[in-house]
């Protein structure tokens, strides 16, 4: 059904709320989620000064939390994308409020979790010599290609349908919302009316993006895989890790989803738009994930335990019954096993239900990354003691600041731009009354 | 009982008999061995496929008779954990007395190469040096020569095809949409802010140029920018921008000081079997005279060895390994009213040993502590018994009380990797600033009053001044000792040269480094050959300089 003038108004109400009257407590969050931030960019700043010394990491375990960071965060963001894409392509109707959050939250990710190599590195200037001397076979060089791409991907595909929510800005804030803000509407709608042969292009334009960004991400997360599956390492050696991680990045990813709209929907009142419908169907997609996640994990487990080569023996031992048990287990039943009951149980498949299985989903997938990265460099290969690796004040930090960074750069967009995507809800509701009509016309010659 | 005793008796006799009977023969003096030459060299054109040298060692007796059928052992010096010889192989020589291994190396630059006969019946062990220049590092692996080499060689190229797809793709879809919707634009109202970029009409050469010379001036920054962090300003740096970083520093190019080598004690010694006896040194590192002995500071066994009247070592001291006296790893040692001051790396401490090998006291010192752990590089002792300590990790000099306590720390700011310290007849101190490729000389007072050797040094190690001011410095680079003179005038190099058997000339000091200077007699440990002895020729040259 056609959006009627009212309804069109409350909608462009709601949708520009945030820039309009972002809420009393809107800079409060903000400066404390600014607060984080800085702290970890002192942090960061006494590691550049003092070196990598200051962090756990040490010679066997080089990566650690920043790695498992930086894989954790770009998985989150294909979560948002795939979503976002998906449900585009396959015209799925419900998803038109949940979009933008979702596309915005994987731009934002990936551009925090991109940042994390350089972190990592104890001179970040030398990130230079990745270009000057850089080995095409390296998967460090594919790795850099790949997330770069999709980042720029990602940044198309969140700006496209941004187009004609822009014009709106441009048109229904004006001149008053100030000379520059108004200046950027104005540039960044590119003159946006609304006719027919720009939704046609526009149409055209994000559709192919829509199609190019599921191998991308794709993409990204299998390189990332290979960063760690050609390598020779316990528990890293597995030909199952490119599909693995781009499972986990997806089911992660979905739970960010999730919390991201749950927590937006409460702070901008968007209940009208965003309802317990819509925390069900993404529960399902989360719950489908999980137990998909699960069965790879089972499968990777299953495949080396029968076996259990030497490293591996060690590994499996490490992670089942051994130091990291607990860890594995916690990751095991409060990651998958319960988040899938809450969704899948009626009586907690509710909006409260469903948010907390995905923060559950969420911790325990940072967690697994941690269980992927650190266990296997800690292992020996030589008959050696095992390395402990325990994360530092400033790498906690660091990591606390970028879980901080996500949602203070979606709340500074927000800020400018439209939360929801009017014009998608109104695409949507013109195809829902054309296929009304339609069928109308078939029921009634 | 009687069991038990017969067991012993016969553990006692195959056991016991036949070990001391070895040694009792073994300490025995043989019979007169014939001297042996070894000679290494790399035949010219000897490269093999792979980017290797080929190495050939030519064993002869003194008369210059080839001596085939023995074992030559090739190493090469690395450095990685600490210095060490990393054994690339053994061969036998041939009818001509020659013996060839490949060497494929690892990295470009630099290779010391030591070739080691062990002796054999009636022949003295030998052993001979080669510094090797490699240019590039070979291929350390294979490519698969199987059925996916083509598919391996493509994919990259078909890769980077499709990465530069999906960037057309993206490139066209942001151009069409972009001109497709700024086509059906209105044309700005004359009240309205003017869409200067992408509106209707407005769409031209110049506001592309304008959109395209943001990321062009940031290209253009970034590229010199980056240039410059990687290629000094930022990283390393550059060794060509080190101030007083030699660009002669060969020995063909830098003249010699006059010199006789009056005797050589190789680092390695083997009985007549051949096989290397457990007093030859590993990696000796400096030396100290004391009422006419000398000792050596045999470093990585960490222990003491005195040069014996037959042109041997001998044990004088043996350090527990883990103890406060340990001496692992000990590079620096000098004497002082006739006890020898050693700085050990282990615990920092410094070990005061007397010449027959009995601890006399340890200095445990107090140093402030420094950005990276204490590590002493060299020692000296001043007329009131104060000790100074070249703490090479920290970049500065320290000097300690009689009892460690700290005093002064010199140089900070001016030195880069101290080495050997001496302490010239004036009292003045006298550093190797290994880092700048000079030797600096202070005043007691830690001011700055010269330095010197900008321009021929490579890789000092260690310094000595003799009485008339004369400065004797060990350098590894240059594979010799430089000699200076009291107005800091470079007067040449001590190498003794010897002749190869491939014409070439070829420096007895491999890796010189503690050095001593005693009247006209030079004393030289070289980490990798052993001690050498020089009489000084030049102290007319010396005084005509001066």
């Known amino acids: 059904m056609v959006l009627q003038h009212d309804e069109k108004v409350q909608l462009e109400a709601a949708a520009l709320r945030p820039i309009t009257r972002p809420g009393e407590y809107y800079w409060v969050v903000v400066g404390g989620l600014s607060v984080l931030v800085f702290a970890a960019a002192v942090a960061y700043l006494q590691q550049l000064k003092e070196g990598l010394g200051v962090t756990g990491l040490n010679q066997r375990v080089s990566w650690g939390f920043y790695i498992g960071d930086m894989v954790f965060f770009i998985g989150i963001s294909y979560g948002g994308a795939m979503t976002s894409a998906i449900l585009r392509l396959t015209n799925a109707p419900w998803r038109a409020p949940l979009s933008r959050i979702a596309e915005t939250m994987a731009v934002t990710s990936v551009l925090v979790g991109a940042v994390f190599p350089l972190i990592d590195m104890g001179r970040p200037e030398r990130m230079v010599y990745l270009f000057r001397y850089g080995q095409v076979g390296s998967p460090v060089l594919w790795d850099v290609v790949a997330v770069n791409t999709y980042l720029i991907a990602g940044a198309i595909f969140l700006y496209l349908p941004l187009i004609p929510d822009i014009a709106v800005c441009r048109d229904r804030l004006g001149p008053s919302t100030g000379k520059w803000r108004y200046l950027l509407y104005e540039r960044l709608a590119l003159g946006w009316q609304g006719t027919e042969q720009q939704k046609r292009v526009l149409a055209w334009g994000t559709t192919v993006v829509a199609i190019l960004i599921i191998p991308l991400a794709v993409s990204v997360h299998s390189v990332l895989a290979f960063l760690f599956g050609v390598t020779s390492r316990p528990g890293w050696d597995s030909t199952i890790f490119a599909p693995y991680f781009v499972l986990g990045a997806m089911f992660s990813g979905v739970a960010t989803v999730i919390i991201a709209v749950a927590g937006f929907r409460w702070a901008y009142h968007l209940e009208e738009y965003i309802t317990r419908k819509h925390f069900e169907y993404l529960g399902y997609i989360m719950m489908t994930l999980g137990a998909g996640y699960g069965y790879f994990m089972f499968s990777e487990y299953m495949t080396e335990g029968y076996k259990l080569h030497e490293g591996a023996r060690d590994m499996m031992e490490l992670m089942i019954v051994g130091r990291l048990a607990p860890f594995m287990w916690l990751f095991g039943i409060g990651g998958l096993v319960v988040p899938i009951l809450l969704v899948a149980l009626p009586v907690t498949r509710n909006i409260f239900g469903i948010t907390t299985a995905a923060v559950a989903v969420l911790a325990a997938m940072w967690l697994k990354r941690f269980l992927i990265v650190v266990p296997g460099l800690a292992e020996p290969m030589m008959p050696t003691p095992l390395v402990i690796y325990w994360p530092s004040r400033v790498e906690i930090m660091i990591t606390l600041g970028a879980v901080a960074a996500i949602p203070l750069l979606m709340m500074l967009f927000f800020r400018l731009f439209p939360i929801i995507s009017i014009f998608e809800i109104e695409e949507v509701a013109e195809e829902d009354a054309k296929r009304t009509a339609e069928a109308l016309h078939q029921a009634v010659p | ?546």
């Open chain 2, 1 to 546: 009982m009687r069991t038990i005793a017969a067991c012993l008796v016969m553990v006692f006799l195959v056991g016991f008999v036949p070990l001391l009977a070895e040694r009792v023969l073994a300490e025995e003096p043989g019979d007169a061995r014939v001297r042996t030459v070894l000679q290494v060299a790399t035949p010219a054109g000897a490269t093999t496929e792979n980017g290797g040298t080929m190495l050939s060692a030519r064993l002869s007796a003194e008369d210059g008779r080839p001596l085939g059928g023995a074992r030559v052992t090739f190493y090469e010096l690395s450095t990685v954990f600490g210095e060490r010889l990393m054994e690339l192989g053994e061969a036998m020589t041939d009818t001509t007395g020659t013996a060839a291994l490949v060497l494929e190396p690892a990295w470009p630059g630099e290779h010391s190469i030591i070739a080691r006969y062990g002796g054999g019946e009636g022949l003295e062990p030998a052993q001979a040096t080669l510094l090797l220049q490699t240019d590039a590092p070979p291929n350390m692996h294979e490519n698969a020569e199987f059925g996916l080499e083509q598919p391996r060689k493509w994919a990259p190229f078909g890769f980077g095809l499709l990465v530069l797809a999906v960037w057309g793709v993206l490139g066209l879809v942001m151009v069409r949409v972009v001109l497709g919707i700024a086509a059906d634009a209105p044309a700005p109202a004359p009240s309205a802010v003017p869409i200067r970029v992408f509106s209707r009409g407005q769409f031209s050469a110049s506001s592309v140029a304008r959109l395209l010379a943001a990321p062009a001036l940031l290209v253009l920054t970034a590229v010199p920018v980056g240039w410059f962090l990687t290629s000094g300003g930022g990283g390393e740096p550059d060794q060509a921008a080190v101030p007083g970083t030699s660009h002669a520093g060969t020995l063909a190019d830098l003249p010699a000081f006059p010199a006789t080598l009056m005797q050589s004690i190789s680092a390695i010694t083997t009985d007549a079997s051949g096989d290397v006896r457990r007093d030859s040194a590993d990696f000796p590192s400096d030396l100290a005279l004391v009422d006419g002995r000398v000792l050596v500071l045999d470093s990585n066994k960490g222990r003491m060895l005195t040069v014996t009247a037959e042109g041997k070592f001998a044990r004088t001291f043996e350090s527990n390994r883990g103890g406060e006296t340990s001496l692992l790893r000990a590079v620096a040692m000098t004497s002082h009213q006739g006890l020898l001051y050693i700085a050990a790396p282990l615990y920092g401490n410094v070990v005061v040993l007397e010449p027959s090998g009995r601890v006399d006291r340890v200095i445990k010192t107090r140093v402030p502590p420094g950005t990276r752990p204490f590590h002493p590089a060299g020692v000296a002792v001043d007329e009131r018994d104060n000790v100074w300590i070249s703490d090479s990790s920290n970049d500065r000099v320290v000097s300690l009380s009689p009892s460690g306590g700290f005093l002064a720390s010199i140089g900070d700011g001016d030195l880069d990797t101290p080495g050997g310290l001496a302490i010239d007849s004036g009292g003045n101190l006298w550093v190797v600033d290994s880092g700048h490729h000079q030797v600096k000389q202070y005043a007691p007072g830690g001011a700055l009053l010269t330095a010197i050797g900008a321009d021929q040094l490579k890789k000092p190690e260690a310094v000595a001044v003799d009485e008339s001011g004369t400065v004797f410095v060990s350098d590894a680079g240059l594979r010799a000792v430089a000699v200076f003179g009291s107005d800091g005038l470079f007067l040449g190099l001590i190498a003794g040269d010897q002749a190869g058997h491939n014409g070439e000339m070829a420096s007895a000091l491999p890796y010189p480094h503690g050095v001593k200077v005693a009247s006209d007699r030079l004393y030289v440990v070289d980490r990798l050959s052993g001690v050498h002895v020089f009489r000084l020729d030049g102290a007319a040259v010396r005084e005509g300089e001066r």
